[in-house]
């Protein structure tokens, strides 16, 4: 299989099925009660959604192997270089924005934890900033050309990293919930070591959104198989103020995420293109390695993403208006002076 072609591009058919009581409970309201939704090329368990609060997830779930199989080291890019430079240079852009967001309010000595680091794209601008930063990373790999301010932890889950109760003043989860096996578990470590009066920010593709709703398989941000959760936003705010947090805001527009998941998913909609094929066309290739997809395939690729962007930013502005951004961020805070403890892992 060439580079990368296979990693974003497992198939996935909608299968409509009856509710049936499912292995697992949802990791959001414990029931078990479900609906088979998705089937995954390679996976053997089916995606099913929970009939009471919506959440999509494996069942039975994945096995730990399984769930490293969906992070080869090309996934990781090359020495903190996921994308071919002209993107990568917008992610970084992206990321500078995003940490004006993520540092307001803040005092210059905060700080702040990444949790799901990766190579860390918001570390650099917000350690100009003056905050203490600390990220946690399930491989190695993954933190290739971190900035080295940051200080980055190896472990398995977050509970395994051994921070203090109280040690953080902000705790940001970017797109790395719907990655951990146990997001409950992640979120109750999240209340113990964040300080009273703390802010937590999470980022999650919104399974309840117009974008995942209209795409159904062929939604760009169903990731499989690394994304073993779905969430509404709802659900996550169930969860969240379940755990002891109370929710600050939410926010539906993001240029980094929103408007290309229209895109992708419109083009993963034409059965004649591979799928995720543009998204493989601009992740950064080892040298030597040939382009996925014949010269015919990359044009016609390129030139509909092109004419589908001014499309795909329109409806994501919408979308946003309307409360159901395709992927959203939601703040959260640990209350000052609580005497409400978080629930143990179920
Ligand atoms: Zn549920």
Same mark, same amino acid.
């Given at each position: 299989?060439?580079?990368?072609?296979?990693?974003?591009?497992?198939?996935?058919?909608?299968?409509?099925?009856?509710?049936?009581?499912?292995?697992?409970?949802?990791?959001?309201?414990?029931?078990?009660?479900?609906?088979?939704? +998705?089937?995954?090329?390679?996976?053997?368990?089916?995606?099913? &959604?929970?009939?009471?609060?919506?959440?999509?997830?494996?069942?039975?779930?994945?096995?730990?192997?399984e769930v490293f199989?969906?992070?080869?080291?090309?996934?990781?890019?090359?020495?903190?270089?996921?994308? #071919?430079?002209?993107?990568?240079?917008?992610?970084?852009?992206?990321?500078? /924005?995003?940490?004006?967001?993520?540092?307001?309010?803040?005092?210059?000595?905060?700080?702040?934890?990444?949790?799901?680091?990766? /190579?860390?794209?918001? +570390?650099?601008? =917000?350690?100009?900033?003056? =905050?203490?930063?600390?990220?946690?990373?399930?491989?190695?790999?993954? &933190?290739?050309?971190?900035?080295?301010?940051?200080?980055? #932890?190896?472990?398995?889950?977050?509970?395994?990293?051994?921070?203090?109760?109280?040690?953080?003043?902000?705790?940001?989860?970017?797109?790395?919930?719907?990655?951990?096996?146990?997001?409950?578990?992640?979120?109750?470590?999240?209340?113990?070591?964040?300080?009273?009066?703390?802010?937590?920010?999470?980022?999650?593709?919104?399974?309840?959104?117009?974008?995942?709703?209209? #795409?159904?398989?062929?939604?760009?941000?169903?990731?499989?198989?690394?994304?073993?959760?779905?969430?509404?936003?709802?659900?996550?705010?169930?969860?969240?103020?379940? =755990?002891?947090?109370?929710?600050?805001?939410?926010?539906?527009?993001?240029?980094?995420?929103?408007? +290309?998941?229209?895109?992708?998913?419109? =083009?993963?909609?034409?059965? $004649?293109?591979?799928?995720?094929?543009?998204?493989?066309?601009?992740?950064?290739?080892?040298?030597?390695?040939?382009?996925?997809?014949?010269?015919?395939?990359?044009?016609?690729?390129?030139?509909?993403?092109?004419?589908?962007?001014?499309?795909a930013l329109v409806?994501?502005?919408?979308?946003?208006?309307?409360? $159901?951004?395709?992927?959203?961020?939601v703040v959260a805070?640990?209350?000052?002076? #609580?005497?409400?403890?978080?629930?143990?892992?179920?």
């Amino acid at each position: 299989m060439p580079f990368a072609r296979d990693l974003h591009a497992r198939p996935i058919h909608e299968i409509g099925a009856e509710a049936s009581t499912a292995e697992s409970s949802c990791p959001v309201c414990a029931g078990r009660e479900v609906r088979p939704r +998705f089937r995954v090329g390679g996976v053997t368990s089916p995606v099913v &959604v929970c009939t009471d609060c919506g959440v999509g997830r494996y069942d039975p779930p994945l096995a730990p192997d399984e769930v490293f199989e969906g992070y080869p080291s090309e996934y990781y890019g090359q020495l903190g270089m996921k994308f #071919s430079p002209g993107v990568e240079a917008l992610v970084r852009l992206a990321a500078t /924005r995003q940490s004006a967001f993520l540092s307001r309010g803040l005092s210059p000595r905060a700080r702040v934890l990444d949790v799901g680091c990766g /190579r860390g794209v918001i +570390f650099g601008p =917000l350690a100009d900033r003056g =905050l203490e930063l600390h990220g946690v990373e399930i491989r190695i790999e993954a &933190v290739e050309g971190a900035d080295p301010r940051a200080e980055v #932890s190896i472990a398995p889950r977050l509970a395994e990293a051994g921070y203090a109760a109280e040690f953080f003043d902000e705790v940001v989860i970017w797109h790395a919930l719907e990655h951990v096996i146990d997001p409950r578990g992640t979120l109750a470590e999240v209340h113990r070591i964040l300080r009273s009066g703390g802010r937590l920010v999470v980022a999650v593709p919104n399974f309840a959104s117009a974008q995942a709703r209209w #795409s159904g398989a062929a939604w760009f941000h169903l990731d499989a198989p690394r994304h073993l959760y779905h969430f509404p936003l709802e659900a996550l705010e169930r969860l969240l103020e379940d =755990l002891g947090f109370e929710v600050e805001s939410r926010h539906h527009f993001s240029l980094r995420q929103n408007p +290309f998941g229209w895109v992708q998913s419109l =083009l993963n909609r034409v059965r $004649s293109l591979p799928r995720n094929g543009l998204y493989t066309l601009l992740y950064e290739r080892p040298k030597g390695v040939p382009p996925a997809f014949d010269r015919g395939t990359r044009v016609g690729l390129l030139l509909l993403g092109l004419l589908a962007a001014p499309i795909a930013l329109v409806a994501s502005v919408v979308a946003a208006v309307l409360r $159901s951004g395709a992927t959203v961020h939601v703040v959260a805070r640990k209350p000052a002076h #609580s005497s409400r403890q978080a629930p143990p892992e179920r």
